[in-house]
Nanobody, 116 residues
Framework: QVQLVESGGGLVQPGGSLRLSCAASERISSFKTRGWYRQAPGKEREAVATSTTYGTTNYADSVKGRFTASRDNFKNTMYLQMNSLKPEDTAVYYC??????????WGQGTQVTVSS
């Protein structure tokens, strides 16, 4: 059972920045895929940034050039750096991993609110 613990959400003004963290209970490099997703009120959950172990990171068109996903293998932690935040970025953000066996795990979610 993989545990993912997220942190870093909060309230920020438009144009501001936040960095989300997702600490995993297992080696982050062992997962087949890793990603960040978000769900705004009344909307379906959508992928923000997804990557495979040996592949590149794919970003949603709405966040390209503003968000950057990264990881620290020594800390077993994933990050999502979010810059130039917009009100439409307001959502609950989740991290997700898939193991090589195909099991899927989600973080508990962290609220990001962009408002003046």
């Amino acid at each position: 059972q993989v545990q993912l613990v997220e942190s870093g959400g909060g309230l920020v003004q438009p144009g501001g920045s936040l960095r989300l963290s997702c600490a995993a209970s297992e080696r982050i490099s062992s997962f087949k895929t890793r990603g960040w997703y978000r769900q705004a009120p009344g909307k379906e959950r959508e992928a923000v940034a997804t990557s495979t172990t040996y592949g590149t990171t794919n970003y949603a068109d709405s966040v390209k050039g503003r968000f950057t996903a990264s990881r620290d293998n020594f800390k077993n932690t994933m990050y999502l750096q979010m810059n130039s935040l917009k009100p439409e970025d307001t959502a609950v953000y989740y991290c997700r991993v898939v193991t090589v066996e195909g099991y899927e795990y989600w973080g508990q979610g962290t609220q990001v609110t962009v408002s003046s």
